[in-house]
């Protein structure tokens, strides 16, 4: 059952750009992903677990929202980091290229 729970936890997080990046660093939290399922995915209207979501659904959260002192160096496989102006930074899942 546990082994489920962290399957499920990681799929949710892999169909939504933004629990990847926040929560999927050097593997996932899966704790952190179900707490964030119960208080604020199911409202939000999110799939859990290894489920197919649609393509207006993974664009939906397919952009994250870096606060402005964030900084990506170097080569990130997951993100896209494009500036704009003095408001921060918007980070992209793009697979493979560098930042």
Request: include cysteine; proline fraction near 2%; aromatic fraction near 8%.
């Amino acid at each position: 059952a546990e082994q489920a729970r962290a399957e499920n936890a990681t799929c949710y997080a892999k169909n939504y750009a933004d629990l990847e990046y926040h929560y999927c660093k050097k593997g996932c939290n899966v704790g952190a992903l179900l707490d964030h399922f119960r208080d604020h995915g199911r409202g939000e209207g999110r799939s859990f677990g290894c489920v197919n979501i649609s393509a207006a659904e993974k664009a939906k959260y397919g952009q994250v929202a870096c606060p402005t002192d964030h900084h990506v160096g170097g080569c990130d496989d997951r993100l896209n980091v494009g500036r704009q102006g003095s408001r921060g930074v918007t980070c992209r899942p793009v697979g493979g290229n560098c930042a």
